[in-house]
């Protein structure tokens, strides 16, 4: 399973971004998949997940009603959107996947794959 991440950068407080997340996976839908944080000097910290056929999301209390997390699974894509940014949601974003079928998992070591990051900059 490759992930690519993509869509980071400079947005002023207040902006939007839209992060997407390509799969190269046989059955993407096999997979749920996840968006994690990490801000210099701090752990990763879960922010979203999505259900294999996205009957289901969960979403941080921290991004809740700012973040949307969906998926393609024509596409193989897994996003992101964050509105009304703050520059506290400054980090690096990974995406990541587990082939589960079970609850949504939110830890770090529940996931088995692993995006490279984007990078997500919210100036104040």
């Known amino acids: 399973v490759q992930l690519q991440a993509s869509g980071g950068g400079l947005v002023q407080a207040g902006g939007s971004l839209r992060l997407s997340c390509a799969a190269s996976?046989?059955?993407?839908?096999?997979?749920?998949m996840g968006w994690f944080r990490q801000a210099p000097g701090k752990e990763r910290e879960f922010v979203a997940a999505?259900?294999?056929?996205?009957?289901?999301?969960h979403t941080a209390d921290s991004v809740k009603g700012r973040f949307t997390i969906s998926r393609d699974n024509a596409k193989t894509t897994v996003y992101l959107q964050m509105n009304s940014l703050k520059p506290e949601d400054t980090a690096v974003y990974y995406c990541?996947?587990?082939?589960?079928?079970?609850?949504?998992?939110?830890?770090?070591?529940?996931?088995?794959?692993w995006g490279q990051g984007t990078q997500v900059t919210v100036s104040s």
């Open positions: 990541a996947a587990r082939e589960t079928w079970g609850p949504l998992p939110t830890r770090v070591y529940d996931y088995d794959y």
């Open positions: 996976v046989r059955t993407f839908t096999n997979y749920v």
């Open positions: 999505v259900s294999r056929r996205s009957s289901s999301t």
